[in-house]
């Protein structure tokens, strides 16, 4: 398997931020806090092995492949791939292959109420030719909560007092953890539902699963008052979006609303008008930036002006290639499955992408050709051929290494969790369904206009303006983990016309729009169960 190795932005020196090659610190889960939390450089050490953590769970599997438009149904394999790469889209309900221009075709078709459990599930088989992409990994939590259990510590160890820190320092640490806490609850809501919820750095009792809109809400009063100790952004380029700002902590305080509007349906105004006024806060900060799409690559290098918060990697650093969180699943990032040559090397290895977006989908997304983010993120957008199209969008900074052209990695790119684009089209959401419609076009209108796409025209409110901007996110979004997770909030996860991948309403209120959770979960848990929905499905 193709190994890279990753950069963490760590906090070092007088200014305390600099970028060096991963430090080999005290596991997480070896670490107390009476013997370890002596100094800033303790508290740095610990921060950036929650980081590590982070980046090494997300980067096991295709998180944001499967999290995304491969659950949803988008995605389709290529005939020329067999069971093994081309399985990893079936994920979606797809029985249907994308044609081979030699003639090798399978266009059979499954009723999608059928096919969305099975094919999850087979997904979930790591014995199978698509093991390489380790979706077996999504059922387990354990790794969620040894990051938050170091970020229990860190809180309890700063309200104790850490020597060396000033009041600042102290804040601002403590504001940090609750961050890298809050996003992994929001994690694992999306994939899991109810979770266990806990804070306590010493929690010895165990709990049972609480409800997910609970667990969300305690988050979101964990991170409100506090969001304001974190600093807004970084000035320094090379530090933008790797560690916790107020930006990223407005973006997921967004996000986690949103969730809960979906769900918690008595009181979704009361989140609509959290998100409306967290938006607003954010674009008036004029903190962050779009960037023109002439400078896509930028972007998705990492550490732009557009970046919220993600998980950065980089090739261009050589270190220890033992050490466990530098090694990312070679198939991680999503652009892996749907670029080739000249995109990928060798030529001779690369001949076609593993999949593509089925034509309907794409033309449904863009109606309007004239849409800049077709010429700059796609080759043969509408082709469903996996000899032609490309998904350009992931396919900047190729890496190229003369000493071995034969090289096969992918392009040199970040892993974005939240960008602005995600938190300007959350804002224009929640306003829709506020009924200020004109806020909500006028803001849809920015990320519009950034594509160079037909504006939304005034007084076109009501259904059509929030499926518009329920598009709009599927447009800007593809790719970066949104789409599925957009599906099941909204309910139209319960829709064909959404979605080639449906759930009935019986299904979605059993939970079948979550993932199974591993039965490691049960350890030392009397209290936990597992999610009853994929109960005897053999996991």
């Known amino acids: ?147 938050i259990q170091a970020a229990n510590l860190l809180v309890s160890k700063t309200a104790e007092g850490i020597p060396g820190l000033t009041d600042e320092d102290t804040k601002r640490y403590d504001a940090e953890a609750r961050f890298i806490r809050s996003l992994c609850y929001f994690q694992m809501v999306r994939l899991y539902g109810d979770v266990v919820y806990y804070t306590d750095a010493y929690q010895k009792d165990p709990l049972p699963r609480e409800n997910m809109v609970s667990v969300i809400n305690k988050c979101i009063a964990d991170l409100k008052d506090f969001r304001n100790n974190l600093p807004l952004s970084f000035s320094d380029p090379s530090l933008k979006g790797v560690r916790a700002t107020r930006g990223a902590a407005i973006v997921l305080l967004m996000n986690l609303n949103m969730w809960n509007a979906g769900f918690d349906i008595p009181n979704r105004n009361k989140y609509y008008e959290q998100t409306a006024s967290l938006g607003d806060e954010i674009m008036k900060s004029n903190a962050f930036r779009l960037l023109p799409l002439s400078e896509w690559a930028t972007v998705v290098k990492g550490r732009s002006d557009e970046s919220l918060f993600e998980l950065f990697r980089t090739l261009n650093y050589n270190t220890n290639r033992d050490n466990p969180f530098q090694q990312a699943n070679a198939y991680s990032p999503f652009g892996d499955g749907f670029i080739h040559f000249p995109y990928k090397q060798p030529e001779y290895t690369h001949r076609y992408s593993y999949s593509v977006f089925t034509s309907e989908y794409m033309s449904k997304l863009y109606p309007d050709q004239g849409d800049q983010r077709l010429i700059t993120w796609f080759v043969a957008p509408f082709d469903q051929n996996p000899e032609t199209f490309q998904l350009k969008k992931f396919a900047f900074n190729t890496f190229a290494d003369a000493a071995n052209p034969n090289l096969d990695l992918n392009p040199d790119n970040t892993y974005i969790i939240f960008r602005y684009a995600d938190a300007i089209l959350l804002r224009a959401e929640a306003l829709a369904n506020l009924a200020r419609d004109n806020e909500a076009i006028t803001v849809l209108n920015v990320i519009r206009g950034r594509a160079q796409a037909p504006l939304y025209p005034a007084g076109s409110g009501d259904k059509n303006l929030k499926d518009a901007i329920f598009l709009e996110r599927s447009k800007e979004l593809m790719g970066e983990g949104s789409r599925y997770f957009d599906l099941v909030r909204t309910r139209r996860i319960q829709s064909s016309e959404w979605t080639d991948n449906p759930l009935s309403a019986d299904k979605f209120n059993r939970g079948g729009w979550t993932w199974p959770i591993d039965a490691s979960a049960l350890s030392n848990n009397p209290n936990m169960t597992l999610n009853s929905y994929w109960i005897g499905s053999g996991l």
């Not at 769970?57 to 069971?83: M, N």
């Open 1 to 147: 398997m193709k190994r890279i190795t990753i950069c963490l932005i760590i906090i070092i020196g007088a200014t305390q931020y600099g970028c060096k090659k991963f430090l080999s610190i005290t596991p997480i889960d070896k670490l107390t806090g009476n013997n370890f939390y002596k100094s800033k450089e303790d508290v740095e050490a610990n921060i950036t092995d929650m980081y590590g953590q982070l980046f090494e769970k997300y980067t096991r599997t295709a998180f944001a492949a499967a999290t995304g438009e491969f659950r949803s149904g988008e995605v389709i394999p290529a005939a020329q791939g067999g069971e093994g790469r081309a399985g990893s889209a079936r994920i979606g309900g797809h029985k249907r292959q994308a044609p081979d221009p030699r003639g090798n075709t399978d266009k059979q078709t499954v009723p999608q109420s059928e096919v969305n459990d099975r094919f999850l599930l087979e997904a979930l088989d790591n014995g199978r030719g698509w093991g390489g992409y380790n979706f077996k990994n999504l059922t387990i939590w354990n790794e969620y909560y040894r990051v």
